[in-house]
């Protein structure tokens, strides 16, 4: 017997809340992590708790767009995973997801916070990531 794993649905645009709503009346476990204004963190994705001989079942509900997928397999994300989701997304109002494409190197921006405003590179020291700001005058950089 199959045991449930939580997979993720991509919806069509806006329609997480919609794909919610229409799995919930089907009876599927389903969740959408949202911020402080009832927002979805992560727009257009929507976490389905499934056996896997249940993909069907939503594949045609509304606002169903598609698995996302690795290969020829839809992505499962840990039970773990979700909880932590769960937990950051109930305990921080204000969290908000990025885009985790940036890889060391790349330019970046701060966003919030009293270094609002300042650009430098991304980097990782034993720390972490971090953010190095040049300051090519003195031939060394500030790390944040």
Known sequence: MSEQKWYVAYTKPKAEFQLREAALLKEIQVYVPVDYRRAPLFPSYVFVN???????????????????????????????????????????????????????????RIVEGPLRGIIGTLIEDQEGPKVAMAVPQLNQSLLV
């Open 50 to 108: 499934l056996k896997p001989s249940e993909l069907h079942l939503i594949r045609y509900l509304p606002g169903f767009s598609r698995f996302v997928s690795f290969g020829e397999e839809p992505a499962v994300i840990s039970d773990s995973q979700i909880s932590t989701i769960k937990r950051i997304s109930e305990f921080s109002p204000h969290a908000r997801a990025l885009s985790s494409r940036l890889v060391k190197g790349d330019q970046v």
